[in-house]
């Protein structure tokens, strides 16, 4: 299935915490881009075959702003985690529009063309009724995840060891459907890595989050939580 952002979803579609998938993977990476990590993980992502979606912060694609093209290039997507990485759950709706419309025109003004962020992950994961409502009104997605990785606290080992690891906890190396990782910590490369064989070992499916996403909405409006 094309992951191209011109195909367009007839209506949006929300995966939250509580959506759950069967059988498959899909892997995102939040809070870059990020000069030192970005470049290793996409080169991981090209040795495993695998297609990713990249949630950049508006603020720190000045750091790195070949990285846009860089992930667009190899077939990842983007999506808008926001201008700043910030709590925005007490933002009013003209702010949440003003905050999605910088990290927009950010990304427009780094390509060079408009790219549109139809998927879209608040930072924290943090929803609020005034998000959903404007998440409507600008037809974008909203993409959570189902399991999630602190990489801060995961040790620098090999992608064996880190399996080794991982085999103890079945939170992690169990999960189905959205992983988030975040391209900003240099042992994120390996433990990708790990995770990707766990779940390959179990035999679930790679999957992009537009591919969800289409599967939502092809389902129809009932299931578009
Ligand atoms: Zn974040």
Redesign the pocket.
Same mark, same amino acid.
């Given at each position: 299935m094309p992951d191209s952002p011109a195909s367009d979803l007839t209506h949006p579609a929300h995966i939250s915490f509580r959506t759950r998938f069967t059988g498959v993977f899909a892997l995102t990476f939040?809070?870059g881009p990020n000069p030192r990590v970005t470049p290793a993980i996409l080169l991981r992502l090209r040795e495993l075959g695998l297609k990713a979606t990249f949630f950049v912060?508006g603020e720190r694609i000045t750091r790195f702003p070949e990285g846009l093209a860089m992930a667009l290039a190899d077939g990842h997507a983007l999506g808008s %985690?926001f201008y700043h %990485?910030l709590d925005w759950r007490g933002a009013t709706v003209a702010q949440l529009h003003a905050e999605l419309d910088l990290c927009q025109h950010t990304v427009d003004d780094v390509l060079g063309y408009h790219y549109p962020l139809r998927q879209v992950r608040p930072?924290?994961g943090h929803i609020s009724d005034n998000l959903i409502t404007v998440l409507r009104e600008r037809q974008e997605n909203l993409v959570l995840w189902q399991a999630g990785c602190d990489e801060k606290n995961v040790p620098d080992l090999s992608v064996d060891a880190l399996c080794g690891m991982l085999r103890d906890h079945p939170e992690l190396a169990g999960w189905e459907g959205i992983l988030l990782m %975040?391209d900003i910590h240099p042992q994120t490369v390996n433990l990708l890595a790990a995770l990707v064989r766990l779940a390959l070992e179990r035999n679930l499916l790679p999957a992009t989050t537009r591919q969800l996403l289409d599967a939502i909405t092809a389902a129809g409006p009932a299931s578009a939580r």
């Open positions: 939040d809070d912060v %985690h %990485h930072p924290y %975040h």
